[in-house]
């Protein structure tokens, strides 16, 4: 695949896994290069990815094989409307440390989808412009989409805002 | 009935009967409960018939307040605020297993029932409840308002 092997050519030891199974290209970046590479993969007039599709995490907690690797993959889905190709870039973060650069100013509409992660996973994204919670209310206590999240939690009611 | 006649009754009664048929409901839909709400306020199922074919949409000119559809955390102070808006006397129906318990949804994110925010007068259980239960627990309602005390 020409998308992953420019990468790799480009960015070396940042590039730190690919894959391309059944045409679903995938690059596992390191966290330090990953702004420059989101930014060359949007500038660059060959990838042209301009469209950010989707910004979201997974949590692999006690995921078999990753026991002791870096719990949270932060996924960036793009998409090139010119060339009409896409690809997958994934960053490793650890629980201690879990955080990535916000890429708001690459693709504005990075900033409600890390709002989202944040909430739902509690990854920060350094340099977000606003980041607090989107879908639930700032009363709230935990991170729901955590896998260690207990399902059966319940939280205090809120009352009306006065 | 002839000149001089009369019959007695109580005042509680009368008023309870004129109520009763002036149900003004507030419908707070927020999913697919929704759907069968409608299906049930239009003319096929026709519940002008008990009075209640006229819902308004504030909740300062209504009487019933009908939950319709699940509750999440991040809407149960809009709820109460809507409750508290609506003045005396007022009656909540509480439409769906959701709103009676949280129905099938047990996560971070759902009310589990929103008698833990609100009174309830009347819980119409169903996922969702067909226009038959719907009408029923109308009718019950109904009879719980005509025979309700008054306060003057």
Same mark, same amino acid.
């Given at each position: +695949?020409?998308?992953?092997?420019?990468?790799?050519?480009?960015?070396?030891?940042?590039?730190?896994?690919?894959?391309?199974?059944?045409?679903?290209?995938?690059?596992?970046?390191?966290?330090?290069?990953?702004?420059?590479?989101?930014?060359?993969?949007?500038?660059?007039?060959? /990838?042209?990815?301009?469209?950010? +599709?989707?910004?979201?995490?997974?949590?692999?907690?006690?995921?078999?094989?990753?026991?002791?690797?870096?719990?949270?993959?932060?996924?960036?889905?793009?998409?090139?409307?010119?060339?009409?190709?896409?690809?997958? /870039?994934?960053?490793?973060?650890?629980?201690?440390?879990?955080?990535?650069?916000?890429?708001?100013?690459?693709?504005?509409?990075?900033?409600?989808?890390?709002?989202?992660?944040?909430?739902?996973?509690?990854?920060?994204?350094?340099?977000?412009?606003?980041?607090?919670?989107?879908?639930?209310?700032?009363?709230?206590?935990?991170?729901?989409?955590?896998?260690?999240?207990?399902?059966?939690?319940?939280?205090?009611?809120?009352?009306?805002?006065? | 009935?002839?000149?001089?006649?009369?019959?007695?009754?109580?005042?509680?009664?009368?008023?309870?009967?004129?109520?009763?048929?002036?149900?003004?409901?507030?419908?707070?839909?927020?999913? !697919?409960?929704? +759907?069968?709400?409608?299906?049930?306020?239009?003319?096929?199922?026709?519940?002008?018939?008990?009075?209640?074919?006229?819902?308004?949409?504030?909740?300062?000119?209504?009487?019933?307040?009908?939950?319709?559809?699940?509750?999440?955390?991040?809407?149960?102070?809009?709820?109460?605020?809507?409750?508290?808006? +609506?003045?005396?006397?007022?009656?909540?129906?509480?439409?769906?297993? !959701?709103?009676?318990?949280?129905?099938?949804?047990?996560?971070?994110?759902?009310?589990?029932?929103?008698?833990?925010?609100?009174?309830?007068?009347?819980?119409?259980?169903? !996922?969702?409840?067909?226009?038959?239960?719907?009408?029923?627990?109308?009718?019950?309602?109904?009879?719980?308002?005509?025979?309700?005390?008054?306060?003057?």
């Amino acid at each position: +695949m020409a998308i992953l092997a420019e990468l790799q050519r480009r960015f070396g030891d940042a590039i730190v896994e690919i894959h391309d199974h059944r045409a679903d290209h995938t690059a596992v970046v390191a966290r330090d290069a990953l702004l420059a590479v989101l930014a060359h993969c949007r500038d660059d007039v060959a /990838l042209a990815f301009d469209v950010l +599709m989707d910004l979201t995490a997974v949590d692999y907690l006690k995921f078999p094989g990753r026991e002791d690797g870096p719990r949270f993959d932060v996924v960036y889905h793009l998409y090139s409307i010119t060339h009409n190709h896409r690809l997958r /870039l994934k960053v490793r973060v650890d629980e201690d440390d879990a955080s990535v650069p916000s890429v708001v100013a690459l693709w504005p509409i990075a900033n409600w989808l890390e709002r989202e992660v944040w909430d739902m996973f509690g990854v920060r994204f350094e340099g977000h412009p606003d980041l607090r919670r989107l879908l639930m209310y700032e009363e709230f206590v935990g991170h729901p989409l955590r896998k260690d999240y207990p399902i059966s939690r319940r939280q205090p009611l809120i009352g009306p805002a006065s | 009935m002839g000149v001089g006649s009369f019959f007695t009754g109580k005042l509680d009664e009368a008023i309870g009967w004129a109520r009763k048929y002036s149900i003004f409901q507030y419908p707070f839909v927020t999913a !697919c409960c929704g +759907m069968e709400y409608m299906a049930t306020a239009c003319s096929h199922y026709d519940i002008d018939r008990f009075g209640a074919g006229l819902p308004r949409f504030s909740p300062r000119q209504a009487d019933v307040l009908f939950v319709v559809g699940t509750i999440s955390h991040k809407m149960a102070p809009v709820l109460k605020r809507v409750y508290d808006q +609506m003045t005396e006397p007022k009656w909540v129906v509480a439409f769906g297993v !959701c709103t009676c318990t949280g129905g099938f949804y047990d996560n971070y994110a759902t009310v589990m029932g929103i008698d833990t925010i609100i009174p309830v007068d009347i819980y119409i259980p169903g !996922c969702p409840p067909r226009p038959e239960s719907v009408i029923d627990g109308l009718m019950k309602l109904q009879d719980k308002i005509a025979a309700q005390a008054q306060r003057y």
